[in-house]
Antibody, heavy 119, light 113 residues
Framework: QVQLVQSGAEVKKPGSSVKVSCKAS????????ISWVRQAPGQGLEWMGR????????NYAQKFQGRVTITADKSTSTAYMELSSLRSEDTAVYYC????????????WGRGTLVTVSS | DIVMTQTPLSSPVTLGQPASISCRSS???????????LSWLQQRPGQPPRLLIY???NRFSGVPDRFSGSGAGTDFTLKISRVEAEDVGVYYC??????????FGPGTKVDIK
């Protein structure tokens, strides 16, 4: 069955960028969308954006507009989330999640990637 | 943006007893296509979120039938008929009717008394 396998933990300096990957292992993205959701330490879930890989169309939360870029490589069934101008408040676990485009729910989640922003 | 609120934020429960979580949205979640895209997720400690319920009351594959969802419009409820030890975690409601952005409730922590 399909799993979403995310890249490993990152430690970044303030002002730098991070790029996290999410590969659909055991399958493809097919007709799903991939979203990125982050969770700061001890906090709730925050949606950042999504991409529909077969169309290459991405939408972003207003909060992250201009700082986040979500892309997908259909040939490798891998999605990417790049966040720039990092600050300490961006320290969080970043999850990719598969989104059905018919009933709009997240049916599959990656295990998360911890991004720590520290000088 | 649609704001999601949940009550209570913390719910200590006795094993075998029921639990109930309420979720309210700042606007109706009825989509123009007639569906209501409200789902519930469970996050156990140290784990990623997991889908429990979608479109108000549809139990996802593999989810025990002690979990049920109900509601309409702006008011929704997740019920656990008999809490088990494995149900400890944080529960989130989420709306996908109006996006971007998808929005989540603040989460309700369920633990054992």
């Amino acid at each position: 069955q399909v799993q979403l396998v995310q890249s490993g933990a990152e430690v970044k300096k303030p002002g730098s960028s991070v790029k996290v990957s999410c590969k659909a292992s055991g399958g493809t993205f097919s007709s799903y969308a991939i979203s990125w959701v982050r969770q700061a330490p001890g906090q709730g879930l925050e949606w950042m954006g999504r991409i529909i890989p077969i169309l290459g169309i991405a939408n972003y939360a207003q909060k992250f507009q201009g700082r986040v870029t979500i892309t997908a490589d259909k040939s490798t069934s891998t999605a990417y989330m790049e966040l720039s101008s990092l600050r300490s408040e961006d320290t969080a676990v970043y999850y990719c999640a598969r989104l059905t485009v018919e009933d709009w729910y997240f049916d599959l989640w990656g295990r998360g990637t911890l991004v720590t922003v520290s000088s | 943006d649609i704001v999601m609120t949940q009550t209570p934020l913390s719910s200590p429960v006795t094993l075998g007893q029921p639990a109930s979580i309420s979720c309210r949205s700042s606007q109706s979640l009825v989509h123009s296509d007639g569906n209501t895209y409200l789902s519930w997720l469970q996050q156990r400690p140290g784990q990623p979120p997991r889908l429990l319920i979608y479109k108000i009351s549809n139990r996802f594959s593999g989810v025990p039938d002690r979990f049920s969802g109900s509601g309409a419009g702006t008011d929704f409820t997740l019920k656990i008929s008999r809490v088990e030890a494995e149900d400890v975690g944080v529960y989130y409601c989420m709306q996908a009717t109006q996006f971007p952005p998808f929005t989540f409730g603040p989460g309700t922590k369920v633990d054992i008394k």
